[in-house]
């Protein structure tokens, strides 16, 4: 069964810092990786999509690479804003028949201080 | 154009009721998923539609839990005799076939 874990639980950072976050799957048969975004009370977000035949995906601010064969992901915020304050989740799609299913970490709960 | 939405947002339960939450895709999705996150984890896949037809029903925690989606667009998730450990986050996700799932904000219930 896949798990999926994100390092760390919580993050604080002052304004302006750059920050990496970290997504490790226990399979590496997976079709593709995606990182999303929490707000409270709201549903999630998608931030960046990475197929499995790619390694990186970029979008503003924000980049997020993949290596398969570690069972890694990491997504890169550079000159945090107080408006990056949420939960960042990790998930991963099933391989196969099960390509459609998605599984995801706990999640990193960010605060980015003014 | 319109998202995925969800109702009721909020609803609280008394130990035992039945509950009913409802889901609207994104018009023309073929997809249609749930997903239960409890507080403080991630989401957990319950079930999965391909238009009216559930073809996976693993992550259902207990034949408690029914899944309806009768002509391949709305969708309702039921629960009966409702649990203290059903208190959850319940999150409907729809996508064109194979493609990115699109979020709901969510139904949140509480079981009291």
């Known amino acids: 069964k896949q798990e999926v874990t994100q390092i760390p639980a919580a993050l604080s950072v002052p304004e302006g810092e750059n920050l990496v976050l970290n997504c490790s799957f226990t399979?590496?048969?997976?079709?593709?990786l995606q990182w999303f975004r929490q707000d409270p009370g709201k549903g999630l977000t998608s931030l960046l999509l990475?197929?499995?035949?790619?390694r990186e995906q970029t979008s503003g601010r924000l980049n997020a690479s993949l290596d398969k064969s570690s069972g890694r992901s990491t997504l890169y915020i550079a000159a945090s804003q107080p408006g990056d304050s949420a939960t960042y989740l990790c998930?991963?799609?099933?391989?196969?028949?099960?390509?459609?299913?998605?599984?995801f970490g706990k999640g990193t709960k960010l605060s980015v201080i003014p | 154009g319109a998202g995925v939405s969800q109702s009721p947002r909020y609803k609280v339960a008394k130990r035992g009721q039945d509950v009913a939450l409802r889901c609207d895709p994104i018009?023309?999705?073929?997809?249609l998923f749930w997903y239960q996150q409890a507080l403080g984890q991630g989401p957990e896949f319950l079930t999965y539609?391909?238009?009216?037809?559930?073809?996976?029903k693993s992550g259902l925690p207990s034949d408690r839990f029914f899944a309806e989606r009768p002509e391949g667009s709305v969708s309702t998730l039921k629960i009966q005799r409702t649990q203290q450990e059903d208190s959850a986050v319940y999150l409907c996700?729809?996508?064109?076939?194979?493609?990115?799932?699109?979020f709901g904000p969510g139904t949140r219930l509480t079981v009291t």
């Open positions: 539609f391909q238009n009216e037809a559930q073809l996976d």
């Open positions: 996700a729809s996508s064109p076939a194979g493609y990115e799932q699109y």
């Open positions: 399979d590496s048969a997976i079709y593709n």
């Open positions: 998930a991963v799609w099933g391989s196969g028949a099960g390509s459609y299913q998605l599984t």
């Open positions: 018009s023309g999705h073929v997809s």
């Open positions: 990475i197929q499995s035949s790619q």
